[in-house]
């Protein structure tokens, strides 16, 4: 498993939040195999796209980062888009 100091803490509030656990976006990019400006726009949109959950459940465990799954996916991009909209 890959060890990162901010992967010992609690389950990340937002998907910026879960993708600022990695040291940097490219490293999120290659762990969960799509390019850099595709996952510098999940940041920015809070947004991760369906095809890429299984990816990033993976990563996270691989990471030590509990609680990531379909489940809190759908539930923070739903939760991150309505606020997004909301302003």
């Known amino acids: 498993m890959i060890e990162h100091p901010a992967s010992i803490s609690a389950l990340p509030t937002s998907i910026s939040g879960l993708i600022d656990r990695w040291p940097a976006i490219t490293d999120f990019a290659d762990e969960v195999g799509c390019g850099y400006e595709a996952a510098r726009q999940m940041r920015r949109r809070q947004s991760i796209a369906p095809q890429h959950w299984a990816q990033v459940v993976a990563a996270s465990r691989r990471r030590g980062i ?8 759908a539930g923070a991009t739903a939760t991150d888009t309505a606020q997004g909209e909301a302003a």
Request: no cysteine.
């Open 66 to 73: 509990a609680g990531v799954s379909y489940e809190w996916l």
